[in-house]
């Protein structure tokens, strides 16, 4: 058994122990050299020329991803060959253009803020005047981590990127919390779905999660699994789905974003599941019986290790935060330490949510300035 | 930081999710090609070949091992060049030599069954007088998994091992059940231990093993733990130390044998520890601090896949083994299945023995005929 990882970033390379375990040969195609996927980096080369991708996919029984960013023209070069491509091309549309989600989750009847597609400045005007004079603009493809995502007032501040083409525009949602709710579903349907967490936003970038949300009504459980489980039936999802959500003061849940791949959102499930968001994906791209997605605690936290210290020596902090935490889970990515880029984060689990975040968060501590 | 490992077998192989996680670089001297730990197998070399050694050992910042058969005078080669070697040819000389423990943990008063050293059919008939006209009998070197062990009732039966020199002889011991007892200990002299275990053997070689030992009185654990305390200082151990154990109905606990790496009675600790005995091994060998070793459930247990399918095709009883147990932990360890050969091993978890064995057992039995 066989999977192909396009892209070597953290993801993929969090897939390795997960494939070692199981007995899976991972293979991954790198963008360069010293990715942090390197140990299975079996070829590198641009995912966004065919004939590279064609040649890494041969040898593998499915092809799946660390990132959205394989062009559909070449995924469509895989799929003419006969090869797995897992989500697939019709899938990963989606979380490739903001507005074809936006559509489809309308169609879909998934709660979605207001939104609307601006091809010009008046259409940004009119948006503006309905939405009470503030809205979200998005770039439809290429943003994550707060890049592509603007609060704007004026629709001169949207002008610059209506230039490149029409742009996603939404209501900014007077919300009290971000959810995120993770899901696996096998091509032959099989569909497993991890507690809600709650994320905790910091600039655009994931900084914190509460596994599972705190406080969460099971009315709002109940939404955010059924919301999940109606995207990946409605956009056929193979792998992991991870829908991020707003919960309102009134409990209503809208969606956010998607990712057809492992998020985030979900490394607590490494150390605070039965099954971890890379073992299942891994599971389900090869379409094997989904995991047991239990908690394996009452209450898990991670925290994102963002930047990490300024001499560059990551795990050069590893001795204070492991005497510090000896309970906390510390993973680090292998990558250069960069201001604002995710190079690693901590697990931590419990009982008590205080005790755990105050845990996760001083073993994250030492490896930033 | 950079851990080399002698030894292409599983314990290699399970060290690399644990590597991966923290962001340690693995490297293997594998035996051969398609070692179990191929995937971080830099080097394929004879481990009985001091400049084969050395040279992977130049690359690395401290060598340890997944085997004990690496010769004195190789090790001694790699402390001569000022190479990091854990644990330390001192310590292991007693794991390679049984005749060699049993003097020393005698010494150091640690409770072993009654011994002789037997250079002589003489010496095994004196002993075989004084031991009720049975003992067992050890090849001090190269033993394992059943190898080189006999029960024998005549000097005749211990001939052909005499014969390539002296022979341990130790009374049969009346044990109720055995146990193992891991610790991990680091150069700077920190010490955890985990829960004592229950192994349960078949044909010499370990089928189960149950985590905590059921039912163990106070008294036991805190022996069994003081026991491998005492060893593992007495013979300055660095890394994970296993200590197999005999308890005796009259609650004796006596050493039966031990290994200086991660082992087979540990492997529960994989998914059913905060801190799995193959990260702390690494941790204790790079003199970092140690994880918490408590356990994540109530029980676990452990269930070898011992020989797998007469056909050969472990990866093919993914799906049966998967499907009947989503909450089963299955490991393979990328062998090719053959009788009574250790190809991969099941944990599960949870909070009543019975349960957990039953769940544990049927996810193993769909890797054998």
Same mark, same amino acid.
């Given at each position: 058994?066989?999977? /192909?990882?396009?892209?070597?970033? *953290?993801?993929?390379?969090?897939?390795?122990?997960?494939?070692?375990?199981?007995?899976?040969?991972?293979?991954?195609?790198?963008?360069?050299?010293?990715?942090?996927?390197?140990? &299975? $980096?079996?070829?590198?080369?641009?995912?966004?020329?065919?004939?590279?991708?064609?040649?890494?996919?041969?040898?593998?029984?499915?092809?799946?991803?660390?990132?959205?960013?394989?062009?559909?023209?070449?995924? $469509?070069?895989?799929?003419?060959?006969?090869?797995?491509?897992?989500?697939?091309?019709?899938?990963?549309?989606?979380?490739?253009?903001?507005?074809?989600?936006? +559509?489809?989750?309308? #169609?879909?009847?998934?709660?979605?803020?207001?939104?609307?597609?601006?091809?010009?400045?008046?259409?940004?005007?009119?948006?503006?005047?309905?939405?009470?004079?503030?809205?979200?603009?998005?770039?439809?493809?290429?943003?994550?981590?707060?890049?592509?995502?603007?609060?704007?007032?004026?629709?001169?501040?949207?002008?610059?990127?209506? &230039?490149?083409?029409?742009?996603?525009?939404?209501?900014?949602? /007077?919300?009290?919390?971000?959810?995120?709710?993770?899901?696996?579903?096998?091509?032959?349907? #099989?569909?497993?779905?991890? =507690?809600?967490?709650?994320?905790?936003?910091?600039?655009?970038?994931?900084?914190?999660?509460?596994? =599972?949300?705190?406080?969460?009504?099971?009315?709002?459980?109940?939404?955010?699994?059924?919301?999940?489980?109606?995207?990946?039936?409605?956009?056929?999802?193979?792998?992991?789905?991870?829908?991020?959500?707003?919960?309102?003061?009134?409990?209503?849940?809208?969606?956010?974003?998607?990712?057809?791949?492992?998020?985030?959102?979900?490394?607590?499930?490494?150390?605070?599941?039965?099954?971890?968001?890379? +073992?299942?994906?891994?599971?389900?791209?090869?379409?094997?019986?989904?995991?047991?997605? &239990?908690?394996?605690?009452?209450?898990?936290?991670?925290?994102?290790?963002? /930047?990490?210290?300024?001499?560059?020596?990551?795990?050069?902090?590893?001795?204070?935060?492991?005497?510090?935490?000896?309970?906390?889970?510390?993973?680090?990515?292998?990558? *250069?330490?960069?201001?604002?880029?995710?190079?690693?984060?901590?697990?931590?689990? /419990?009982?008590?949510?205080?005790?755990?975040?105050?845990?996760?968060?001083?073993?994250?501590?030492?490896?930033?300035?």
């Amino acid at each position: 058994m066989r999977v /192909g990882v396009i892209g070597g970033g *953290q993801l993929a390379r969090m897939m390795i122990p997960a494939a070692v375990e199981l007995g899976i040969e991972l293979r991954v195609l790198a963008e360069a050299e010293g990715s942090s996927a390197r140990l &299975a $980096a079996t070829a590198v080369g641009d995912y966004t020329d065919a004939g590279t991708v064609l040649a890494f996919a041969r040898e593998v029984d499915v092809v799946t991803f660390d990132h959205e960013h394989v062009p559909q023209e070449v995924l $469509a070069a895989l799929i003419e060959e006969g090869i797995a491509v897992r989500p697939g091309p019709h899938a990963l549309r989606f979380a490739q253009d903001k507005l074809a989600m936006r +559509e489809r989750l309308t #169609e879909l009847g998934v709660p979605v803020p207001l939104w609307a597609r601006a091809a010009s400045v008046d259409d940004v005007a009119a948006f503006l005047a309905d939405a009470g004079g503030r809205a979200v603009a998005k770039t439809p493809r290429g943003g994550y981590d707060g890049k592509g995502v603007r609060v704007i007032s004026s629709p001169d501040e949207a002008a610059d990127w209506l &230039a490149a083409g029409p742009v996603l525009l939404e209501e900014l949602v /007077g919300f009290r919390r971000e959810l995120a709710q993770l899901v696996a579903r096998r091509p032959s349907g #099989e569909l497993v779905a991890w =507690p809600v967490v709650e994320t905790v936003q910091r600039g655009g970038v994931c900084a914190e999660v509460f596994a =599972p949300a705190p406080g969460a009504t099971a009315r709002v459980e109940e939404i955010a699994e059924q919301i999940a489980r109606t995207v990946a039936e409605g956009l056929d999802v193979s792998g992991v789905l991870a829908v991020e959500l707003f919960e309102t003061d009134d409990e209503r849940v809208l969606v956010n974003e998607l990712a057809m791949r492992p998020h985030n959102s979900g490394h607590w499930t490494q150390d605070g599941a039965v099954t971890s968001q890379f +073992e299942q994906h891994l599971r389900a791209v090869l379409d094997l019986p989904l995991g047991d997605p &239990a908690p394996r605690a009452e209450v898990s936290v991670m925290v994102n290790i963002l /930047g990490g210290p300024a001499d560059g020596d990551l795990l050069g902090r590893l001795p204070g935060a492991l005497a510090d935490q000896p309970g906390a889970k510390v993973h680090t990515y292998g990558k *250069q330490p960069r201001p604002g880029r995710k190079v690693g984060h901590v697990n931590a689990s /419990g009982s008590e949510l205080e005790d755990v975040l105050v845990r996760a968060r001083a073993a994250a501590s030492f490896f930033q300035d």
